[in-house]
């Protein structure tokens, strides 16, 4: 009987140790304790149907898949790394200013909403969710995306409009999986080849930002049929980039504002050319006018003055020394590419300033031209002789 009784007492020990520790692994807070701030605090509870003095555990945070937390006031979202089985998590219209390091707990974490709050950046709890499939972080204050993103190698959404950030990392080549990338409304000046490498792209979104040019690793996006260059400062491209797009729909490209000062120290009296424009040669179906304003204040309207990647400018134009500008404007495109057709045109302007204005006097013009007679002349003797002597062997 006392044996009976002592692995009674030992069974029964151990199940109230085994209790205790579950308890323990639990992790019993109140909510109150759990959650610092108070409009997340009134959040959750109104979700759990609780109070703020009443508990909360692992337990039951384990069986909550969602929470959609929009406009509820909230500044920190400490405390909700107790859901850690959390699928989409929504924070859109809030306060919040940083997404603290413990988020990384969620890892079964897929679609990930921070839109309309304030944040400066992402932070290394979000980098390490690698999971993500969407993640959402519009109209907050971030300046640059990390070389981390890279990871996130099964994120098919990334919504980022309405920021500051200036550049994209060069791993972004890692997002192998990215089908949707809205960039628009930001500082971006200029973008990686890497982008080249996102080849699950179909809708890219890169309007109203800094652009000056488009690299051809664009044409690689095979799959892309929503491209969006509108309102940036873009003047060199290649066209032929997007003729290697499959099945492209739509790619706008209106409201384009570019302009550049060149400092002529001289300019000799015959057409002048003016080189990296290569904007001037795309065959967009835009109808393209160009005007010449002078140092005197008059205008002039140019008529066939592209030529290749050149803008040819007529010498008898530049017949006043000081600041000349050059304005070409782009209306009109062709229906569901490269652009809106009414009342978007683009317009580009260059400045350059003419020190000195040259003419070669009519004697010397005509000394040149028979000097270029004469060598010519020379030329084909010399060319004709070394064939002779080589035919007799004298080489």
Do not use: W
């Not at 500044?75 to 988020?103: A, R, V, W, Y």
């Not at 919504?159 to 950030?165: E, R, Y």
């Not at 049929?225 to 032929?240: A, G, T």
């Not at 205008?299 to 066939?304: A, P, S």
């Amino acid at each position: 009987m006392k044996k009976f009784l002592l692995l009674l007492f030992a069974v029964s020990l151990s199940i109230t140790i085994l209790m205790g520790e579950s308890v323990k692994a639990q992790n019993i807070y109140t909510i109150k304790e759990q959650f610092t701030d108070p409009n997340l605090r009134t959040a959750i509870c109104l979700l759990l149907n609780k109070t703020e003095t009443d508990t909360i555990n692992t337990g039951e945070a384990e069986e909550i898949n969602s929470l959609i937390l929009n406009d509820k006031g909230i500044k920190s979202i400490e405390g909700l790394s107790i859901f850690t089985n959390l699928i989409l998590l929504d924070l859109s219209q809030n306060k919040i200013e940083d997404i603290p390091k413990e988020i990384e707990k969620l890892q079964n974490l897929r679609i990930l909403i921070i839109n309309d709050n304030n944040l400066n950046h992402l932070g290394p709890g979000i980098m390490a969710l690698t999971k993500l499939e969407v993640l959402g972080a519009n109209n907050n204050r971030i300046r640059k995306l990390s070389s981390e993103f890279g990871k996130f190698d099964k994120l098919e959404q990334l919504q980022l409009q309405k920021n500051l950030i200036r550049n994209l990392p060069n791993e972004i080549s890692g997002m192998k999986a990215l089908e949707l990338l809205i960039l628009e409304d930001n500082l971006i000046e200029e973008l990686p080849k890497e982008i080249g490498a996102l080849t699950t792209l179909t809708i890219l979104n890169l309007g109203n930002n800094r652009l000056e040019k488009i690299p051809s690793e664009i044409g690689n996006l095979r799959k892309a049929y929503f491209l969006d260059f509108s309102k940036n400062h873009i003047h060199e491209m290649d066209i032929n980039l997007f003729k290697k797009l499959d099945g492209f729909k739509a790619v706008y490209f209106f409201n384009q504002t570019y302009s550049e000062n060149i400092d002529n120290s001289g300019i000799v009296f015959q057409d002048m050319k003016f080189d990296g424009l290569e904007i001037y040669t795309l065959d967009l179906g835009f109808t393209i006018t160009q005007v010449l304003n002078k140092p005197d204040g008059t205008e002039v309207l140019l008529e066939g003055s592209i030529h290749g990647a050149n803008v040819i400018i007529p010498a008898n134009y530049l017949d006043i020394s000081g600041e000349y500008t050059l304005r070409t404007t782009l209306t009109g495109g062709t229906k569901d590419s490269f652009g809106d057709q009414a009342g978007t045109p683009s317009v580009y302007s260059q400045k350059f300033k003419i020190n000195e204005t040259k003419s070669l006097p009519e004697n010397n013009k005509i000394i040149y031209l028979y000097g270029s007679i004469v060598a010519f002349l020379l030329g084909l003797v010399l060319l004709v002789s070394i064939r002779l002597f080589k035919n007799k062997g004298g080489f």
